[in-house]
């Protein structure tokens, strides 16, 4: 059984048909759709260049051509490890001899006290969020975004390209702060204002007011205040856990894993957003859909008796106006950055720890992106004076 029907619980359940699994699996899922790709949700889709069915990974066919039973709008309340069972809202009571936990994660949540909870607030995680926002998208209404990441950013270029009145804040001395070095937020912060957007770094909401229940108006913490007509958060994600800490599994930033992706029961396993995992000499949780595919499929060649560890091997990307982002490999722990700048006017920032090659954003750039994935996966770093010099081929960097 596969609680949570995003990417990785649809990875694990496809990948154990393929692997040969010949007994039932369950696919439990709380939307009413099937299971679908999100990252468009702040892209194409949002914009009305998607339509829905290509956001479906497979036909509805596909699960009864499976023998995969999908259960849509149900919701999981508990589960009894004693019993090995799952109950779900309706009282429906579901044995399992293997679980694995794919929840995902949810938006963090403005409080209520400082007007979250008005009319025309939003948050991009589900298909209904994006449906429900794409009204608002008209030219000349004022959108206030609120959080400087990769949503954030995305959701104001979407605006943006629509015509609307964008400004964006964020609470951190700059936008991506978190996830990227300085050089990659300056060059976004320059794409967006070329293209309309205003940013505010350094500036946090005070509060939303409203006009009844709808929102119309937000009070910065530098005393200015912003006639608005919507507002979209993008303040991070937090992993769904409170399924498997209820059951008394180990939580520790998500469902705790070991590298076969076992958390604290043998007989139940959990990949994706909701999962911390080992690696290198920690603990992380990677919310990407990479992680998503790869961990999940992991968690399906254990079930069908392939105990090998899982190696993540993390990449990421994001499109904002005519530009592809695509991120190899965790900046975490990097000390310099070299910069490359090709002759069509594409550049890459790559990420160094001492002398060791740990990530590299790529903006427009594929052939960056590929050769440093290729790199890092395989632990080679060239020498940083090569990368910054534009004469360098860099797939001569590549060995064997």
């Known amino acids: ?18 692997l040969g699994h010949q007994g ?9 759709q099937p299971p679908y790709q999100r990252p ?7 914009l009305g260049e998607m339509a829905l069915e290509r956001l479906y990974f497979r036909p509805a066919t596909f699960f009864a051509d499976k023998n995969i039973t999908l259960r849509t709008e149900a919701r999981a309340e508990k589960i009894l490890r004693d019993g090995k069972t799952v109950m779900l809202q309706d009282g429906t009571s579901l044995p399992y001899d293997k679980l694995v936990l794919t929840t995902g994660s949810r938006p963090v949540v403005l409080p209520a006290s400082i007007g979250g909870a008005l009319d025309g607030v939003y948050y991009i995680r589900k298909l209904a969020d994006t449906d429900a926002v794409a009204k608002e998208f008209q030219k000349g209404r004022r959108l206030l975004v609120i959080g400087g990441g990769y949503i954030g950013l995305e959701a104001a270029a979407a605006a943006a390209k629509c015509g609307v009145s964008t400004t964006l804040v964020e609470a951190a001395p700059r936008i991506l702060q978190r996830v990227a070095a300085p050089e990659t937020s300056d060059f976004f ?9 205003e940013i505010r770094e350094g500036t946090s909401l005070a509060r939303l007011d409203g006009d009844g229940d709808r929102v119309n108006r937000a009070e910065l913490s530098d005393d200015t205040t912003l006639t608005v007509d919507f507002v979209i958060v993008g303040i991070g994600i937090r992993p769904n856990s409170e399924l498997a800490e209820a059951c008394g599994l180990d939580v520790e930033n998500g469902i705790k894993v070991d590298a076969t992706c076992r958390t604290s029961d043998p007989d139940i ?3 994706g957003d909701c999962a911390s995992f080992p690696y290198d000499d920690a603990r992380i949780r990677l919310e990407s859909v990479g992680n998503a595919i790869d961990q999940a499929e992991a968690a399906a060649e254990v079930i069908m008796g392939q105990d090998k560890p899982y190696v993540a091997k993390p990449w990421f990307w994001s499109e904002q106006f005519d530009t592809k982002l695509q991120i190899a490999g965790l900046s975490t722990g990097y000390d310099s950055i070299m910069t490359r700048h090709e002759t069509n006017g594409a550049v890459s920032f790559w990420y160094y720890g001492g002398d060791r090659l740990l990530a590299v954003d790529a903006m427009n750039n594929a052939r960056a992106y590929m050769v440093a994935r290729r790199l890092i996966e395989s632990g080679q770093s060239p020498d940083p004076a090569l990368i910054a010099d534009p004469e360098t081929d860099l797939k001569a960097l590549l060995k064997g």
């Open 269 to 271: 396993l959990a990949a």
């Open 40 to 46: 468009p949700l702040t892209k194409a889709y949002l």
């Open 189 to 197: 912060r320059a794409l967006h204002r070329e293209h309309g957007v």
């Open 24 to 32: 039932p699996i369950t696919l439990i899922g709380d939307e009413d």
């Open 1 to 18: 059984m596969v609680i949570g029907a995003g990417q990785a619980g649809f990875a694990v359940s496809a990948k154990l048909r393929r």
